[in-house]
């Protein structure tokens, strides 16, 4: 049994996605190898080599598969398939995109966004939106496979002394080609699509400590911000911002509602968000009743604090 | 700010296991479409429509209302756009025979989507409310050239339609009606004052097309002297292009109201403003009352809406409102949602089981007038419009006073949290109180029902339903099932009560006509519940055969039970206001005016 | 240019699927179903092409049970020229749809097929670009733009942190993502006029496909309930649970 696992990188160095896919792959057993491929990928090779517990790393350097281009990579990862049980991948966009595409030359299934690994060829992933969990048993010879990298820890990035190898390329398919990316801003994102809002209420008192506790910390993680009907009513943000009943309804992944009480107005706005985070110095607040983790704490130390310390 | 979903699987039962949707899709003018086939999709679309256009707009309504600019009235923000939409989708003309651009479809199909539309914006569901009645009396009553040249427009949602009738001293009596008018070549100039008049002015639409009760010069004095007049915003060209404003006819305010505000309520000043006769001299009350039948009936199903929009609000906070400890938990363990507490599942129950005995008699109702229309049987036809008419006083009193109700049990659900104005429970309740008014009060109802539906006939109709219910309490009897035999039980006396009261309104009328009278809202009320009580015990019946079955056991089951609770909880009031009406209007008639 | 549009019913968005408390499925049996929203998204951007003159023809198509007729109404009624059912009680796996679908080009010829990124139930995201592969054609995935022009288009594509621009080759599978536009609501007129469009009912075996699952699907369950709150007692515990245990930050 041996697994490839397909790097996810930007020719300089391997992502983040791909140690817990690597992760993922060790729960399987067997030979653990890499594949980069990319043009001029060499840096994101020697990064991919160095990871704990792979042994080797095949390179196909080529300019057909700049830009990971599906039509060019799949034929690639069919053929090299051919030696392994298991093809892995990280569910990011880029894998996302040819990875079902490789399955099918190969004529097999794919396991889209397993996050739990029960055996050589059992796996756990979710489906309705994550609301119902389900076990995936794969009788094909190969299983493709592509990884939730949330669900499993990075292995380590240094460690490994995996030897690099260089495969020969595919041929340009000629079906399609780059034009251009944009990637987008990190300006603060929009309320209701922000992965991280940071909500305010009155206990900040007034308009100027509102934005001069609120900002930093938002900056910092990149959140959005957001505030009670309260304290938009006292003027201390505008309107735009404010989540709740007569608001806007957010759900992001993390919540953090500061100095807010948790009237179930603004509950009514936000309680679907996956963590939430409660600072009131008042501990019979009833955001306390909803949050994941709450601190008993003034703002005005624990904000500053906690800004520096993320 | 509440959000709505249309409750189908309730309607879809209620059309097609109780309102009968295969006979009337059979009827022969309808047999075409394919009404069974396109239903599902029709209510599902509508649904959607009503959810994600309409529903979002009602607090803005609320909030924003409609607004009187130099003459003009400024609707709510997004009300012009989704009107257009409304009208682009068809759902204007969804009723309109084919021929003038609607799609032909029976009124078992448009009751669903009229509940659609009242529940997710009972303000702005009055203007294609309106609009269908003017339509609807233009389509009887106007001239050929009339029917040509305003009708496709108001179908198509292009031009919209008011009923101008109250004045300032002719309201519930319209005998007042002071507005005249005057010949001036092939078209009258009329002139006084409308009030009341329910979405008079608005931006929503090119031009708004008015119908008018106006006296002529000669006319004798009462109802028979009362003639019906169209009166467009704009005139009109005789190639239905728009010409001069009407400037004749302007809004000269708006009321402040309790509640739909998002629908501006008019006094509109006529004076030298230009109208053309519609249908004959004199007739005009008669034929006012084409539409008013109809708007009567619509009325009905907005007290069934706003119950619906104030239940789903209420629902939704029952279960999301943590709020004290289980009545066998221990105090320090976890609290729960008030859904929980037993008075809270009392008041839901309360309103669910109104709400869906409602929904029944409103699209059973649907059915005899399609079958009242259009079967080609003129015996069948006749009995269903007995039936039909029976039915309008007690359905638009009934169901507007439930909504009275049923919104303010929503409010008690939501506590302190429903007297808050943020919550949306307030507005519903506010909304609501409007449909107990309006198309005739309650007690003008319940005096049309008690005065003249039930005395014309001697009692004929009434004693046919009586006669239908008992079927139903015989089914009852042999279906089996203790579910099944507590209702059949209840639902007798409620028959009971129902036959005792109406041989006493019929026996005491001749007499003592007073007593009747002030018995008369009782004796509504009463054959509301007990029609209601019928109709849920058809329900059961149904539910009880699907279950055997194993189809869908989850509503199926919860209709049985929400059925069985309408008869032990709703149906002994029935009952007691037997005990009322019987004991007559005596007392309530005694003190003189100077004891009060 | 003829269109094929892929169009799968399944529960509706607004349901909050359970899985059934034996595990062997997901709680679903009365549940109201609905168009894919990816895929009403695809059958709009279908539609939008027909009326600024680009595309012909629209065909709408289905697979599952008798019922996915209603959903190829839907996509009729906003605006699909006519239908195709394949009808099986099947479970249909993407493998499956992407052969079933590849045999319907082939009878159809068409110039491109659109269809949702994933869809609601599965979510596995796997179909277009499987169909892609199968019929050795390009494919713009995850488009939230579309400008066909002469034998190739331009796609813009959602990727992890940002938009990207390709040009493929037409014929090409195009799998679009919510953003590419906004559905339009169904007019009543259309609702009327779909039923009498075109819908032809074929099986699986009529077009020589083998639709049996790879995978085999059990112990549906519940994911783990979210743990009743904690409090930290500071800030550094507050950053480290933040990190390690929700993995959030």
Redesign the interface.
């Known amino acids: 049994m041996s697994v490839l696992v397909i790097a996810e990188h930007d020719n300089a160095s391997i992502k983040k996605a791909t140690l817990n896919t690597v992760t993922a792959a060790g729960k399987i057993g067997g030979d653990i190898h890499i594949l980069v491929a990319g043009k001029d990928c060499d840096g994101a090779a020697q990064t991919a080599a160095k990871v704990a517990g792979v042994s080797k790393v095949l390179v196909a350097d080529a300019p057909q598969y700049n830009h990971e281009l599906a039509e060019n990579i799949a034929p690639l990862v069919a053929k090299l398939a051919a030696g392994y049980s298991h093809v892995l991948a990280p569910a990011t966009t880029m894998c996302k995109n040819f990875m079902p595409r490789v399955a099918a030359l190969l004529d097999v299934a794919q396991i889209s966004e397993i996050i739990a690994v029960e055996s050589a060829d059992t796996f756990v992933r979710p489906i309705y939106a994550g609301n119902v969990l389900v076990t995936a048993k794969s009788s094909d010879p190969i299983k493709v496979i592509t990884v939730r990298g949330t669900s499993f820890d990075a292995a380590p990035a240094e460690g490994g002394s995996a030897a690099v190898e260089a495969v020969d390329p595919t041929p340009e398919a000629g079906l399609s080609s780059y034009v251009s990316q944009e990637l987008t801003k990190s300006e603060r994102p929009e309320l209701t699509a922000a992965r991280i809002v940071v909500s305010g209420g009155r206990a900040l008192g007034s308009y100027e400590e509102f934005h001069k506790q609120l900002e930093p910390l938002a900056d910092k993680l990149g959140a959005a911000i957001g505030a009670t009907r309260a304290a938009v009513d006292a003027g201390y943000a505008p309107n735009d911002y404010q989540v709740g009943q007569t608001g806007k309804v957010v759900a992001p992944e993390l919540y953090i509602g500061i100095g807010l009480s948790g009237a179930i107005q603004h509950l009514a706005g936000m309680k679907d968000s996956k963590v939430i985070v409660a600072i009131n110095k008042d501990e019979e607040a009833p955001i306390f009743q909803v949050s994941d983790y709450g601190l008993v704490a003034d703002l005005f130390t624990a904000v500053p604090e906690l800004t520096k310390a993320i | 700010m509440t959000v709505y979903a249309a409750p189908l699987r309730d309607m879809k039962f209620v059309i097609k296991e109780l309102a009968g949707l295969e006979e009337v899709a059979a009827l022969p003018d309808y047999q075409d479409l394919g009404v069974t086939d396109v239903a599902d999709a029709i209510l599902e679309e509508a649904g959607k429509f009503a959810a994600e256009v309409l529903a979002p707009l009602n607090w803005t309504g609320d909030q924003d209302g409609a607004r009187l600019e130099n003459g003009q009235v400024i609707s709510t923000p997004g009300f012009a756009d989704a009107y257009k939409q409304f009208a682009e989708g068809g759902w204007n003309g969804l009723g309109a025979p084919a021929e003038l651009g609607g799609q032909g479809l029976p009124e078992i199909i448009n009751t669903p989507t009229y509940e659609m539309w009242n529940a997710s914006n009972m303000s702005f569901a009055l203007a294609p409310l309106l609009c269908a009645g003017a339509t609807e009396c233009l389509k009887h009553h106007g001239t050929e050239e009339q029917k040509t040249v305003y009708l496709p427009r108001m179908v198509a949602g292009e031009w919209a339609g008011t009923m101008d009738l109250t004045e300032p001293a002719a309201g519930s009596d319209l005998s007042n009606v002071k507005t005249r008018a005057t010949p001036a070549g092939d078209r009258y100039l009329l002139n006084g004052q409308k009030i009341f008049i329910t979405w008079g002015d608005h931006d929503m639409t090119d031009n708004i097309i008015h119908l008018v009760l106006a006296r002529l010069p000669d006319a004798p004095e009462g109802v028979k002297g009362i003639s019906l007049f169209l009166a467009p915003k704009f005139l009109v060209n005789p190639d239905g292009s728009l010409g001069a404003r009407n400037s004749g006819l302007t809004c000269i305010s708006i009321e402040h109201k309790l509640g739909i505000h998002g629908s501006a309520t008019c006094t509109l000043a006529y004076e030298d403003a230009i109208g053309y006769l519609v249908g004959k001299p004199n007739q005009g009350l008669m034929q006012m009352f084409t539409m008013m039948n109809e708007a009567r009936l619509k009325v009905g199903v907005q007290g069934l809406a706003i119950s619906e929009r104030g239940y789903q609000a209420a629902l939704a906070y029952a279960k999301e409102r943590v709020q004290g400890y289980p009545m066998k938990g221990a105090r320090g363990g976890d609290r729960v949602t008030i859904i929980n507490h037993p008075d809270i599942r009392r008041m839901l129950m309360t309103m669910k089981s109104q709400i869906e005995a409602m929904r029944a008699l409103n699209y059973v109702i649907a059915m005899h007038m399609d079958i009242a229309g259009h079967h080609p049987d003129p015996a069948t036809r006749k009995a269903h419009q007995a039936r039909l008419d029976l039915l309008i006083p007690v359905t638009k009193g009934w169901c507007s006073e439930l909504g009275n109700e049923v919104t303010s049990t929503g409010v008690q659900i939501f506590g302190g949290m429903g007297f808050v104005e943020e919550t949306g429970a307030a507005q519903h309740y506010r909304d609501a109180r409007i449909a107990a008014i309006y198309e005739g009060t309650t007690g003008i109802q319940a005096a049309d029902l008690a005065g003249r539906k039930l005395v014309m006939d001697k009692g004929q109709a009434m004693l046919d339903l009586i006669a239908d219910m008992h079927k139903v309490e015989e089914q009852l009897g042999k279906a089996g099932g203790d579910d099944l035999a507590v209702i059949e039980a209840f639902l007798g006396q409620g028959i009971e009560a129902l036959n005792g009261a109406t041989q006493w309104m019929l026996a005491t009328i001749a007499q003592d006509a007073s007593s009747v009278m002030a018995m008369s809202v009782n004796y509504l009320m009463l054959v509301g519940y007990v029609c209601g009580g019928w109709q849920m015990a058809r329900a059961a019946l149904v539910a009880q055969q699907k279950l055997a079955a194993g189809d869908d056991p989850e509503f199926h089951e919860a209709k049985l039970i929400t059925a069985r609770f309408y008869a032990e909880q709703i149906l002994p009031k029935a009952t007691a206001l037997m005990s009322a009406i019987k004991a007559g209007g005596r007392s309530t008639l005694a003190l003189a005016e100077g004891q009060f | 240019m003829k269109l094929l549009v892929a169009v799968k019913r399944v ?1 509706d968005y ?1 349901v ?4 059934k408390s034996d595990g062997t499925g ?1 709680d679903i ?2 549940a ?1 179903m ?1 168009m894919n929203p990816f895929d009403e998204v695809a059958i709009e951007e279908a539609v939008r092409l027909k009326e600024a003159g680009k595309a012909t023809e629209i065909v709408a198509v289905s697979m599952g049970l008798k019922a996915c007729e ?1 959903t190829i ?2 996509a009729m ?1 906003m605006g699909a020229d006519r239908g195709i059912l394949v009808e099986t009680d099947a479970q249909l ?3 499956a749809v ?1 052969k079933v679908l590849k045999a319907l080009v082939a009878k159809e010829q068409p110039q491109a097929v659109l269809l949702g990124k994933q869809a ?15 019929l050795g ?6 488009l939230s733009k579309l400008e066909v022009g002469d034998g190739k288009a ?1 796609v813009i ?13 037409l014929p ?1 599978v195009l799998t679009v993502d919510l953003r590419l536009n906004e559905p339009r ?8 006029k ?2 009498k469009k075109p819908l032809e009912v074929i099986k699986p075996a009529d077009l020589g496909v083998d639709v049996d699952p ?10 783990p309930k ?2 009743a ?8 515990e ?2 480290e ?2 990190k390690n245990e ?4």
Do not use: H
Not at chain 3, 16 to 19: E, I, K
Not at chain 3, 185 to 192: D, T
Not at chain 3, 215 to 222: G, K, P, Q, T
């Open positions: 529960v607004n909050n699927v359970r899985s997901p049996a009365n109201k609905s209603e109404r839907t009624a796996q993407p493998l992407a609601i139930d599965d979510d596995c995201n796997q179909t277009g670009q499987m169909l892609a592969a199968l054609w390009a494919q713009g995935t995850f331009i594509r959602e990727v992890d942190g940002g938009l990207e621009t390709d040009e493929i080759k090409a609501f169904v007019k009543l007129p259309n609702i009327m779909a039923k790879r995978l085999a699907y059990s112990n549906f369950r519940d994911p979210r743990q709150g904690i409090k930290v007692k500071t800030v550094a507050l950053v649970k933040l929700a993995k959030v930050i």
